[in-house]
């Protein structure tokens, strides 16, 4: 078999650590007792941070690259005399997480160790790659907690992390961490390129189903025009079943309005209510859990019930967001509430609780921007629903596509 020179990268780009820790030691096949999750920070430490030796180190990172007792990996590896540590990189909300959707913390000086932070946030190309040079670094570690769906930019920010360390000439090390909605499966509809954006810039699936580490190899491998140099330090003690609390690894809110792995779970789904004038439950207690809009009643949480849908149940809700859509106000809706995480299918619920809020109140309305095709990937699923489409067909109409992705994915994983 005759491999190009792209095919190579792709083939070989990603190995992790050295002989020492072997990334094939990784998967875990479930005979004998489990060992303890190890992330992959934990067993780059543990290697005496060999990856980066003889390297200036920037680490692309936000509050939840933390390790087991949560002290952050950059005052770790700062005060580690083995790694020489020059910057910090901030996606969406910032390096230390203080801001809402939309917002990041700009170029500052980190006061907990003097480290000059730069923010990558809406830059890409040129423009990103200027900002690594500027912070003069030669490798560039990736360690942040994605939570599994297209539209979490974090992992489009490792995307554009990679095209851009390519153009500077940098190395780019991905440190694993789990898939928190499970590494199962890949669900519904994949992006179309002329939809392409901050919230999904390449054709996969809206819950992936992959670990950041596997999507890096991914994206090397299938979408950037040139590979960048890349390593990927993989977990040991991690199966594709998993769910966080299986992980023994706290949980740190990886943005304002995602407080638990609950959030996680819905997430992959109810996202797609940013996309229409019903809250998703911003500013209250149980983001992406509570969707509502004044004017809803009891139906739509009993015509939600009628579709006995797999391992979620649907309780009629009010209550009165502090911020964002509605603020203020006393609204209706549901609380979605999963009691069985393996038969549930997010993308199949959120479809649902969009046709089912379509027929339940006449005051729905999709985002003017049209929104809701970012989100999706395309304007199929919202012409379909306009249509008068049921959440079968709009579900079915994206199989094709969902199956192709599914067989270029399974090239990638790593993980049993």
């Given at each position: ?9 792709a ?57 087991r ?68 670094v ?11 769906a ?26 694993d ?13 994949v ?38 140099e ?18 023994g ?12 792995p609950d ?80 038969s ?9 609780l ?48 969902l ?14």
């Amino acid at each position: 078999m005759n491999l190009s020179r792209r095919g190579l990268l792709a083939a070989t780009a990603g190995t992790a650590l050295t002989p020492a820790a072997p990334a094939a030691a990784t998967p875990y096949a479930g005979q004998g007792p489990r060992p303890r999750l190890r992330t992959g920070f934990e067993r780059l430490a543990a290697d005496g941070y060999r990856l980066l030796e003889g390297q200036r180190v920037g680490v692309v990172t936000n509050p939840t690259g933390v390790t087991r007792d949560v002290r952050h990996v950059v005052d770790v590896m700062h005060a580690d005399e083995r790694v020489d540590l020059v910057a910090v990189f901030g996606p969406e909300h910032g390096f230390r997480g203080t801001e809402q959707a939309g917002g990041s913390q700009g170029r500052y000086d980190d006061p907990a160790t003097g480290l000059p932070v730069f923010d990558t946030y809406r830059k890409s190309g040129e423009d990103l790659a200027a900002v690594f040079t500027a912070a003069r670094v030669d490798t560039l570690v990736f360690d942040i907690q994605d939570v599994g769906a297209r539209f979490y930019t974090y992992i489009w920010t490792l995307y554009d992390c990679m095209a851009a360390a390519r153009l500077a000439g940098k190395r780019l090390v991905v440190l694993d961490r789990p898939n928190p909605v499970s590494g199962r499966e890949a669900y519904g509809p994949v992006l179309r390129r002329e939809f392409a954006s901050f919230v999904g810039r390449e054709p996969i699936a809206q819950t992936h189903g992959m670990t950041v580490a596997e999507l890096a190899r991914l994206f090397n491998g299938e979408f950037l025009k040139r590979p960048v140099e890349l390593e990927t330090v993989l977990m040991t003690g991690w199966r594709r079943t998993d769910f966080p609390d299986a992980s023994g690894l706290p949980w740190v809110p990886p943005s304002p309005n995602m407080p638990t792995p609950d959030t996680a779970l819905a997430y992959g789904g109810t996202c797609l209510f940013e996309g229409t004038n019903l809250s998703e439950g911003r500013g209250t207690t149980r983001p992406f859990e509570l969707l509502g809009a004044e004017g809803i009643d009891r139906r739509w949480a009993a015509a939600l019930d009628r579709l006995d849908l797999p391992g979620v149940y649907f309780r009629e809700a009010y209550f009165a967001p502090t911020f964002d859509k509605f603020r203020g106000k006393t609204i209706g809706g549901v609380q979605l509430h999963v009691h069985d995480r393996e038969s549930y299918d997010p993308v199949r619920t959120g479809i649902a609780l969009l046709v089912t809020a379509r027929k339940a109140w006449s005051g729905f309305a999709w985002r003017p921007d049209h929104w809701i095709d970012k989100l999706t990937g395309s304007a199929r699923v919202r012409t379909m629903i306009d249509a008068g489409a049921g959440t079968d067909e709009v579900v079915g109409a994206w199989q094709d596509d969902l199956t192709r992705f599914r067989a270029v994915r399974r090239r990638y994983l790593r993980y049993s």
